[in-house]
């Protein structure tokens, strides 16, 4: 099994900027994916964006420019900078991760509420 933990939500004022965290534990998956999801309330779950233990990254079109993810192998934690933030990034981030392998997200961590103000 695999946990993971983030951390850092919080309340930021629009134009604002937050990084989460995700710490991973458990079992080590020797090639993985690591990806950042939100979801707004009353909307679907969205996908951010994703890294790989390489430390590629590729992120929705919509999140390109103001998310980064980046991560440190060594802490086995990746990290979500967000900047520019603007009230619609109002949300529940979670991150998940996969083997390389498989298409579906096996593992995700409970969430962190990140709530911007205008």
């Known amino acids: 099994q695999v946990q993971l933990v983030e951390s850092g939500g919080g309340l930021v004022q629009a134009g604002g900027s937050l990084r989460l965290s995700c710490a991973a534990s458990?079992?080590?998956?020797?090639?993985?994916?690591m990806a950042w999801f939100r979801q707004a309330p009353g909307k679907e779950r969205e996908f951010v964006g994703h890294?790989?233990?390489?430390?590629?990254?590729y992120y929705a079109e919509s999140m390109e420019g103001r998310f980064t993810i980046s991560g440190d192998n060594a802490k086995n934690t990746v990290y979500l900078q967000m900047n520019s933030l603007k009230p619609e990034d109002t949300a529940v981030y979670s991150c998940?991760?996969?083997?390389?392998?498989?298409?579906?997200?096996?593992?995700w961590g409970q969430g962190t509420q990140v709530t911007v103000s205008s």
């Open positions: 890294i790989t233990r390489s430390g590629r990254t």
């Open positions: 458990g079992r080590t998956l020797s090639s993985y994916v």
């Open positions: 998940a991760a996969r083997a390389v392998t498989v298409s579906e997200y096996t593992y």
